[in-house]
């Protein structure tokens, strides 16, 4: 990983659609990343959907979303990667 944010949302799903997740290497052990909040990432009050956030934190095994400064949503914990059978139901499916 560079020191410069790069885009990581290169094949068609949820997060490209979205605007996808730029990434970038911090230290030897800690990265950051940020996507850009577009109109449709709003809910009626104007305020980020808590679905986009939450599945931007669901990547990480411990993540702190924060704006400008200030911690908005925090998610820790361990996954378990099942491989599933693709379906050819499409993205999201």
Known sequence: MSNEFEQISIKPGFMKHN?????RAISENE???????????????????GGYLSALILVFLFCELKCNDKIITSASGVWKIIKIK???LGPGG
């Open 86 to 88: 693709p379906s050819n």
């Open 19 to 23: 605007g996808g997740v730029l990434f």
């Open 31 to 49: 990265y950051e990343f940020k996507s850009i909040i577009n109109e449709n990432h709003l809910n009626a009050a104007g305020i980020t959907h």
